[in-house]
């Protein structure tokens, strides 16, 4: 193979790997996607394989038992934004979640 070749196979895969981080970049989460396995509760409400944003109480502060395979975190905003205020550990309790909702990936 010529010098020309090598070149276009080189150019080939960098553009192949660009492709590749910006679909990284774009759609994180995809290679996981999914939900988290096991039980969240919110206020004794049951949540089977949870996954994304859950509103907490809008006026006394929620209870939540995290009873999955992943960490949720707790956000200062009612739409998971804001900031994360605590993060709630699988088996863990937390008792008042100190937020207005709660991500679980």
Same mark, same amino acid.
């Given at each position: 193979?010529? @010098? ?5 196979? $080189?150019?080939?895969?960098? $553009? ?14 995809? $290679? ?5 396995? @096991? ?20 006026? $006394?502060p929620s209870e939540v038992t995290n009873l999955t395979d992943e960490t949720a ?8 934004? @804001?900031?994360?205020?605590?993060a709630v550990l699988p088996g863990q309790t937390l008792r008042p979640a100190p ?7």
């Amino acid at each position: 193979m010529d @010098g020309n070749g090598m070149r276009r196979i $080189a150019r080939a895969a960098g $553009a192949g790997a660009a492709a590749a981080l910006l679909l990284g970049l774009v759609a994180p989460g995809t $290679a996981t996607a999914g939900s988290a396995r @096991g039980v969240l509760l919110i206020d004794g409400s049951v949540r089977t394989d949870p996954s994304g944003c859950h509103p907490l109480g809008d006026y $006394a502060p929620s209870e939540v038992t995290n009873l999955t395979d992943e960490t949720a975190f707790v956000w200062s905003g009612p739409f998971c934004d @804001g900031r994360v205020t605590a993060a709630v550990l699988p088996g863990q309790t937390l008792r008042p979640a100190p937020g207005m909702s709660l991500y679980l990936s």
